[in-house]
């Protein structure tokens, strides 16, 4: 995958920067149980490999990243009780969906995405816990150190 996503990443970077806009990375989460079909048998494995790639890339189209898979990764190793994907364990829940726009938010916008008050439907709780992953994979925290 790294061998056609990064060529494809820097042209489509390029393109944005010549339209004058900001190439901003969404790297994203890995498989819940992982992918063995590419390698990777468990979560961990595959989310190290994105983020990995992800900052070879990031550093190729110097483009800003944001770190979706390190905010998930917090969480799930946090709060194991989340439900972060849907039943095929790939896509987002709900709880998951939030997560990620919380980081995007967080990035694109350089703000603190705790002092955000909306939990649209989530419970308060669990928003405010969310936002506080997205918050802290923003500031730079990488959760396997």
């Known amino acids: 995958a790294r061998q056609v996503s990064r060529p494809a990443a820097v042209k489509l970077a390029v393109a944005a920067i010549e339209a004058g806009a900001r190439p901003v990375l969404f790297l994203t989460w890995g498989h819940r149980d992982g992918n063995a079909e590419v390698g990777h ?11 990995n ?6 550093a190729a189209v110097t483009g800003e990243i944001a770190p979706v898979g390190m905010a998930w990764w917090m969480a799930r ?8 994907y849907q039943g095929d364990g790939i896509h987002p829940s709900e709880a998951g969906s939030y997560l990620a726009a919380a980081v995007i938010t967080g990035t694109i916008l350089n703000v603190d995405v705790k002092a955000i008050d909306q939990s649209l439907g989530l419970p308060e709780d669990t928003a405010a816990q969310l936002r506080s992953f997205a918050s802290r994979a923003v500031n730079g925290e990488v ?3």
């Open 53 to 58: 790639t992800y900052s070879e890339i990031g």
């Open 77 to 84: 190793e946090e709060r194991p009780d989340l439900s972060l």
């Open 41 to 51: 048998s468990s979560y961990s494995t595959m989310q190290a490999a994105i983020a």
């Open 143 to 145: 959760p396997w150190r």
